[in-house]
């Protein structure tokens, strides 16, 4: 297994549509497994395949509480099946907009059907914080960022904000 840099805006690699996978091999839970590993050392509760530069459907989680024992989750080719009408408000971060946090309204339920780590088919309905980090992840897979649901104002700000901190970092 392996930690792989986790890319963060504006790069443009996060705006791009990822690609259904072919199917679930030992290649992918290769690329799962390191997925796995750069979430768990970032740290964060859950990664898709673009925040390390791959345009594949593959999103990994893990919503275990600090005292858990840890529940790895996989999510190939996830697709949302229902929305709840009620929508919900969480206060979202993302690896790829360190140190931004922000209220943002998704759906409060989703019914979603994925691929597991083995390849089975998985349909499921999700609620709390399993909705919110889903759907925050979904997005990724088509190049959206939680910051794409603030008005441009508070967008921009950030953004100007990731800029001078990255010329910082040199
Ligand atoms: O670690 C993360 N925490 C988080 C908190 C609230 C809503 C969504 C998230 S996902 C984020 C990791 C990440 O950037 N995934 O894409
Ligand atoms: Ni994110």
């Known amino acids: 297994m392996a930690i792989r840099p986790i890319l963060t805006a504006p790069d443009p690699r996060l705006k791009l549509i990822s690609k259904p996978v072919a199917r679930v091999d030992d290649e992918l839970r290769r690329l799962m497994d390191d997925m796995l590993e750069t979430m768990y050392d970032a740290p964060g509760i ?3 395949a673009i ?3 791959v ?5 990994v989680m893990d919503l275990a509480k600090k005292d858990e024992p840890p529940q790895p989750a996989y999510f190939v080719n ?3 099946t229902w929305r709840s009408e009620e929508f919900a408000a969480y206060e979202e971060g993302c690896l790829s907009v360190p140190e931004m946090y922000e209220d943002v309204e998704r759906p409060a339920r989703i019914r979603a059907r ?3 780590y083995d ?3 998985v349909e499921q309905e999700c609620d709390g914080l399993l909705a919110t980090c889903l759907q925050h992840e979904m997005d990724h897979l088509e190049g959206v960022l939680f910051i794409d649901h603030l008005s441009k104002l ?8 990731m800029v001078k901190a990255k010329k910082r970092a040199g």
């Open 154 to 161: 508070k967008r921009d700000i950030i953004l100007r904000k």
């Open 51 to 53: 925040q390390i530069g």
């Open 55 to 59: 345009p594949q459907r593959v999103i």
């Open 46 to 48: 859950g990664l898709a």
């Open 78 to 80: 996830p697709e949302i």
């Open 114 to 116: 994925w691929l597991d």
């Open 119 to 121: 390849g089975q088919p």
